[in-house]
């Protein structure tokens, strides 16, 4: 391997970490100290199943008592801005989208991680219901996936998606992102609407509930 391209295969891999661990470092110190590390401790809570976005932010947002597996330990956490929660939680799936399309022949070889990528690629390529819907729509698709916030639909399985139904690195994680964001964004509003004005809060979610059947009934008929 010549320099060149050993230098741009180490770029691909430490890029994206370096603007994810940069960015929430920079973040969480412009909060002040007691709330920096409980913000951190969300962001790393992230990774850990079965929380996601839908349960970090309105955490986050709310404050009060969360369980954190990476310190097996109960934290109290302060409100936190909901525009830095969402952006935040989006970022996460961004870089993880990035690093995933730009690596992602190695990131099959990492243990339990390749496993799981694929198990994915398994249940795509025999049309799973859970992903078929995604391929006639592509980029569509894939932003409505990450957008919606259910257990595994974020940025890594996003990503395999993408590759499966043969988008470029640069398209999936471009819808990555934007699911992402715009997913995030939705969530910390409704958040921040629900503990404030409860008539408005249930309002929104039945509409929402009402799209989500719709949409359910419109896979499964195809």
Excluded at 22 to 36: E, F, Q
Excluded at 126 to 132: D, E, I, T
């Amino acid at each position: 391997m010549d320099i060149k391209k050993l230098l741009v295969t180490l770029a691909k891999i430490l890029i994206p970490p370096a603007i994810g661990i940069c960015t929430l470092l920079a973040i969480g110190l412009s909060l002040d100290p007691d709330t920096r590390m409980k913000y951190w401790y969300l962001c790393m809570a992230y990774f850990f199943p079965p929380l996601g976005k839908e349960s970090v932010i309105p955490i986050g947002i709310a404050g009060g008592d969360i369980f954190v597996p990476i310190v097996n330990a109960n934290i109290h956490i302060s409100p936190i801005d909901p525009n830095i929660m969402a952006f935040s939680i989006a970022l996460i799936d961004s870089v993880v989208s990035l690093f995933v399309v730009w690596n992602y022949d190695l990131v099959k070889k990492i243990p339990i991680l390749g496993r799981f990528i694929k198990k994915v690629e398994e249940l795509g390529r025999k049309g799973s219901r859970k992903y078929a819907w995604v391929r006639p729509l592509k980029f569509i698709g894939i932003v409505l996936f990450v957008m919606v916030p259910l257990q595994g639909s974020g940025g890594l399985v996003g990503s395999i998606l993408g590759r499966l139904i043969g988008m470029r690195a640069v398209t999936t994680w471009s819808a990555v992102t934007l699911g992402a964001f715009i997913g995030c964004f939705a969530i910390a509003y409704f958040a921040k609407v629900a503990f404030s004005n409860i008539v408005v809060a249930l309002s929104i979610l039945l509409i929402v509930v009402v799209v989500a059947v719709i949409f359910k009934v419109w896979k499964e008929s195809r």
